[in-house]
């Protein structure tokens, strides 16, 4: 079977920084895909971690270790509009992404 | 240009009723993908379509199908409508199928089951 595991909500102040962490279990493994979502709102696509190491796209940083069977998103320099739900997403050998629960961050002045 | 489509935004059906949800994806993508969002969780793969061939299907039961048209637009269908199915659900489409596709969602149809 395959599960990913991610903190339930995550809760920080204006200009902090904030590690959301995402492990799975999984029979095949291609990468790892960060979401986010705002209430109401559709997903959008943040960054795709295929090799391990670090990818950094502006604020947001994403990092995998393969051999850990973990990652990691990184959100720099909190703002308000930051507030949504964050989800890991897993492709596995049949090419379908596998989301995670979700962690709600919320971001407070 | 337009992002990703979806018909209706909100949708009420009873139990034991049929539904039929459409996607349109952004022009040039030819992969569209069904996800199940229930309140609090994250979004459960239903399937995917690649050029109009079933390319991955999700642990739903045979109630659920999809098609999806020579223009790539998709259609889900779910047949016997239980409460359970009541959710958000969300098309996303992509250029291809691998994950380094970045896949874009359209808004939702969010569906009540009474």
């Known amino acids: 079977g395959q599960s990913l595991e991610q903190p339930s909500e995550v809760t920080a102040v204006e200009g902090a920084i904030v590690q959301i962490n995402c492990t799975y279990q999984t029979s095949g493994f291609y990468g790892l895909s960060w979401y986010q979502q705002h209430d109401g709102g559709a997903p959008t696509f943040l960054s795709y971690?295929?090799?391990?190491g670090l990818e950094e796209t502006g604020r947001f940083s994403s990092f995998l270790s393969r051999s850990d069977s973990y990652g990691y998103l990184l959100l720099q320099e909190l703002q308000m509009k930051d507030s949504a739900s964050y989800f890991c997403a897993v492709e596995d050998s049949w090419g379908k992404l596998q989301f995670g629960a979700g962690t709600q961050v919320v971001v407070t002045p | 240009d337009a992002g990703v489509t979806q018909s209706p935004t909100h949708l009420i059906k009873t139990r034991g009723q049929h539904v039929t949800l459409r996607c349109s994806p952004i022009s040039g993508h030819k992969s569209v993908s069904w996800y199940q969002q229930v309140l609090g969780q994250g979004p459960q793969f239903i399937f995917q379509?690649?050029?109009?061939?079933?390319?991955g299907r999700g642990n739903f039961p045979d109630r659920f199908s999809a098609r999806q048209f020579p223009n790539y637009s998709s259609e889900l269908n779910v047949n016997a409508l239980l409460l359970g199915d009541s959710a958000l659900y969300l098309c996303a489409s992509s250029y291809g199928t691998s994950a380094h596709y970045e896949q874009y969602f359209g808004p939702g149809t969010r569906l009540t089951v009474t």
């Open positions: 379509y690649y050029e109009k061939e079933e390319r």
């Open positions: 971690n295929a090799l391990d």
